[in-house]
């Protein structure tokens, strides 16, 4: 899609999207295209570690969502550190995790990438994260990311570093 996509439901608990284990992820985002998804439940159970929600490219955002899904996986993948992503005032809860992070393992070897205050990132705020003890973010790639105004119940925030291994840049 090379315009904007506006997906805006009536409300928390009265539109709902089903992943229904979906392989590859029930909604993809991807380009740089405006894009906002809002106002809507998401339940089922994740499919893939990627997330239910996929997303690259810059301009989204994803706000006023609660994930209530089962399996213990991510809801929301990210991938690439020069995303411009907002994901704020949305509930994470029940079995699953939160957001899984994949950046650009060139982080490591190109350190000039990373735009701290800019609009390139991905800033997760005025969140609600109620977990078991799970990474409501796993960072992986090295990614970068700003978690703030938020309330983790529960979770964790992991992070993989480039010692890792070749997965996470090292």
């Not at 906002?36 to 339940?43: E, H, P």
């Not at 893939?48 to 929600?53: A, K, R």
């Not at 969140?127 to 992986?140: A, K, M, P, S, W």
Request: net charge neutral; charged share 15%; glycine share 14%.
């Amino acid at each position: 899609i090379s315009k904007s996509l506006f997906i805006i439901g009536a409300g928390i608990d009265s539109t709902f999207l089903n992943d229904n284990a979906v392989a590859s992820g029930a909604i993809i985002l991807s380009g740089n295209s405006l894009t906002r998804l809002s106002n809507f439940t998401m339940t089922g159970t994740v499919g893939s570690y990627q997330g239910s929600l996929r997303i690259s490219g810059d301009n989204k955002r994803l706000d006023n969502i609660r994930f209530n899904q089962s399996n213990g996986r991510h809801p929301i993948g990210v991938y690439g550190n020069r995303s411009n992503v907002v994901i704020d005032h949305s509930t994470f809860e029940a079995g699953g995790r939160g957001i899984n992070i994949y950046g650009d393992s060139s982080y490591w070897t190109n350190v000039a990438q990373y735009a701290p205050g800019t609009a390139y990132g991905i800033y997760i705020e005025d969140c609600i994260f109620n977990t078991t003890g799970v990474e409501v973010v796993d960072l992986n790639s090295g990614g970068a990311y700003v978690v703030r105004h938020s309330s983790i119940n529960g979770g964790n925030l992991a992070v993989h570093g480039a010692d890792s291994n070749a997965r996470s840049g090292g």
